[in-house]
């Protein structure tokens, strides 16, 4: 126990120094704050240059709401729970595989070094948002994880900042369905990773703007503003009760598993959920939602 503690604590410490080194240091381009910032300000640029719902004020409603949620979840959520959350389980799961004899390289197919770099790098991305799919839908269909995924969905005016508008359970929830694929191809070092972190961070901001754009034939490899609206739609048809265009990056799972959905142009179509108006507004209460909401009806 006590070394699940330990390694519980130096991830605080670690994650704490990293996040500072971020903060000063501009000599490595794989620095994630500032690429979330250069990202963020030129998807905004964009959306101001190009807007496709042209009455949508460039502060659009909660665009410092999702804001903060934008730095809180991509930095401080590392820091309060989940990285030293991850190592600890992770540590903990590669013991009790010890204790049958195994260990989390068992199950390794290949080693991604052995590979040449962008091979190794188009198979995590491909793997990583395919298995990003799939959890998407789970969130969606199980309805203890939809709970969690109404904070995303309460976005009523879509703009690049509601990309990381989401519940910190979230990342709990795909980290952990992710650990064992990515376990299975390899590793990767930091800098691997960055290349396809900061194209799904522009590729997620891009979905969520104010921006009428699909991409042409593209569209049908690449999610899309004019794709992704429809995924935020309050009202679907009754055969799509569950979601459609559960893409993140890539839109081709949705059009090879028949959960594509693009009725027609969809810039003015309602946006939330059923009841949404009932949904709590400010940050504390969705963090704390639905813990919150059942024991405010036991107050009732």
């Given amino acids: 126990?006590?070394?699940?503690?330990?390694?519980?604590?130096?991830?605080?410490?670690d994650y704490w120094n990293y996040l500072k080194y971020e903060l000063i240091d501009l000599n490595h381009w794989d620095n994630f704050f500032y690429g979330l910032v250069v990202i963020s300000i030129l998807v905004w640029i964009l959306e101001i240059a190009f807007p496709w719902r042209k009455n949508q004020a460039i502060f659009r409603k909660d665009f410092w709401l999702d804001t903060?949620?934008?730095?809180?979840?991509?930095?401080?959520?590392?820091?309060i729970v989940f990285i030293a959350l991850s190592n600890t389980?992770?540590?903990?799961?590669?013991?009790?595989?010890?204790?049958?004899?195994?260990?989390?390289?068992?199950?390794?197919?290949?080693?991604?070094?052995?590979?040449?770099?962008?091979?190794?790098?188009?198979?995590?991305?491909?793997?990583?948002?395919?298995?990003?799919?799939?959890?998407?839908?789970?969130?969606?269909?199980?309805?203890?994880?939809?709970?969690?995924?109404?904070?995303?969905?309460?976005?009523?005016?879509?703009?690049?900042?509601?990309?990381?508008?989401?519940?910190w359970m979230e990342p709990v929830v795909y980290k952990s369905i992710l650990y064992i694929p990515i376990a299975i191809i390899g590793g990767f070092d930091a800098q691997d990773v960055a290349i396809v972190y900061f194209f799904s961070i522009a590729i997620g901001h891009l979905n969520h703007?104010?921006?009428?754009?699909?991409?042409?034939?593209?569209?049908?490899?690449?999610?899309?503003?004019?794709?992704?609206?429809?995924?935020?739609?309050?009202e679907l048809p009754s055969h799509t009760k569950y979601g459609v265009n559960y893409g993140l990056t890539l839109s081709l799972w949705d059009y090879i598993f028949k959960t594509d959905y693009v009725p027609h142009n969809g810039r003015d179509i309602e946006l939330g959920f059923e009841d949404d108006d009932k949904f709590p507004k400010d940050f504390m209460r969705q963090t704390a939602y639905p813990a919150f909401q059942r024991k405010h009806k036991q107050k009732k």
């Avoid at 703007?209 to 309050?234: S, T």
Wanted: proline content about 2%; overall charge positive.
């Fill in 89 to 167: 389980v992770a540590e903990l799961f590669n013991d009790v595989l010890g204790i049958i004899g195994l260990s989390v390289s068992s199950f390794q197919l290949f080693d991604v070094d052995e590979l040449p770099k962008w091979l190794g790098l188009f198979i995590f991305f491909i793997v990583s948002d395919f298995v990003q799919w799939n959890t998407h839908r789970l969130l969606h269909r199980v309805p203890w994880l939809w709970n969690f995924h109404k904070v995303h969905h309460s976005v009523k005016e879509m703009g690049f900042a509601a990309h990381l508008r989401y519940h």
């Fill in 1 to 13: 126990m006590q070394k699940y503690l330990d390694i519980f604590k130096s991830s605080y410490s």
């Fill in 209 to 234: 703007a104010n921006l009428g754009w699909d991409y042409g034939v593209l569209k049908y490899f690449f999610n899309n503003p004019k794709m992704h609206i429809w995924h935020h739609a309050k």
């Fill in 68 to 79: 903060f949620y934008m730095f809180f979840n991509f930095f401080l959520l590392n820091l």
